[in-house]
Nanobody, 115 residues
Framework: VQLVESGGGLVQSGGSLRLSCAASGIIFGINTMAWYRQAPGKQRELVAQIFSGGRADYAVSVKGRFTISTDNAKNTVVLQMNSLKPEDTAVYFC??????????WGQGTQVTVSS
């Protein structure tokens, strides 16, 4: 299984970015797809996750600004990020967890928000 992220970049405060993650390979039994982020000197943290049934959870810091969605036919998860703040600056990682608890990670994509 391979996860390939795209869509990171540099944006001004208040702007928007759309991250996409495409999963390839033989994939059965997806439990959740998620986005994590890691800022310099900080631990990796969960940003948003979406369960196979469609329920989504968000970190308090991004609720109301970020939206996670999936295209199950394409095994793709998208993170729409609006009203970005400098504190959103981080490397964003795509995450896929199967019902067997096997976890896969993408390589990460940099998001930089300038003030």
């Amino acid at each position: 299984v391979q996860l390939v992220e795209s869509g990171g970049g540099l944006v001004q405060s208040g702007g928007s970015l759309r991250l996409s993650c495409a999963a390839s390979g033989i994939i059965f039994g997806i439990n959740t797809m998620a986005w994590y982020r890691q800022a310099p000197g900080k631990q990796r943290e969960l940003v948003a996750q979406i369960f196979s049934g469609g329920r989504a959870d968000y970190a308090v810091s991004v609720k109301g600004r970020f939206t996670i969605s999936t295209d199950n036919a394409k095994n793709t998860v998208v993170l729409q990020m609006n009203s970005l703040k400098p504190e959103d600056t981080a490397v964003y990682f795509c995450n896929l967890m199967l019902i067997t608890s096997t976890v896969y990670w993408g390589q990460g994509t940099q998001v930089t928000v300038s003030s």
